[in-house]
């Protein structure tokens, strides 16, 4: 069965460094997507991403982050200057159609130190 | 804004009884509303959804979740739980229109005792 694969599965950084967390999606799925979760807490959604552009975005993707889908498999998500509270674990999630379940990927867990 | 209410962070059943998870929810115009587990160090699994169509929704490993829009509410039941289905739960919903995102609860962490 085909499933969403992260790497790497564990990041660790030192706060100001810029880090790089890859997915790659289902093959035949459009949308694509990044959550985060800080430990303990609720899935918070980062990022949309069709027809290679952001369709949309919330509060917390501001400028230190940004996302490509560089080479039609592969999806990215950089940080490009981590902060302590960007320590959270990511997930990368997609799907055929946006009114439909979104698979999820097993997540990266970023520590910045 | 969309929102979930998971109302209790934690669910303690005996293995064989029914189990419920509640959730309620809030969003403009018609809901999408799915449910996602989570296993220690796992990524989300899907459960089920409610679209459209019949308001009682069956899904994977004996899960169900009735859809009441006048409660505006989504509970996640079994009728009988296992020891296996102990893990993190998450309900979630997103409006049906424009690329509104899909918004979480906080999970209800579901204890099953032998």
Redo the contacts between chains.
């Keep these: 069965e085909p499933e969403v694969t992260q790497t790497p599965s564990h990041q660790v950084t030192q706060m100001g460094q810029e880090v790089i967390l890859r997915c790659v999606p289902i093959s035949n799925h459009l949308y694509f997507y990044w959550y985060r979760q800080i430990l303990g807490q609720k899935v918070e959604f980062l990022v949309s991403f069709y027809n290679n552009e952001i369709s949309e975005k919330s509060e917390i993707f501001d400028d230190q982050f940004s996302v490509e889908r560089p080479d039609g498999s592969n999806f990215t998500l950089k940080i490009r200057s981590t902060k302590l509270e960007d320590s959270a674990m990511y997930f990368c999630a997609s799907t055929t159609d946006r009114r439909n379940e979104q698979f999820f990927g097993p997540g990266t867990r970023l520590t910045v130190l | 804004a969309q929102s979930v209410a998971q109302p209790e962070d934690q669910v303690n059943v005996a293995e064989g009884n029914p189990l419920t998870v509640k959730c309620t929810y809030s969003v403009s115009g018609n809901p999408?509303l799915?449910w996602?587990v989570q296993y220690p160090n796992?990524?989300?699994?899907?459960l089920l959804?409610y679209?459209t169509g019949d308001n009682l929704v069956k899904g994977s490993y004996g899960f169900e979740a009735e859809f009441n829009k006048s409660q505006t509410s989504f509970h996640l039941k079994k009728p009988s739980a296992l020891v296996s289905d102990s893990a993190l739960y998450?309900c979630?919903v997103?409006g049906?229109s424009g690329?509104?995102?899909?918004?979480?609860?906080?999970?209800t962490r579901l204890s099953v005792i032998a």
């Design positions: 999408y799915f996602y796992r990524g989300l699994q899907f959804k679209i998450f979630a997103r049906n690329n509104t995102p899909l918004v979480f609860g906080k999970g």
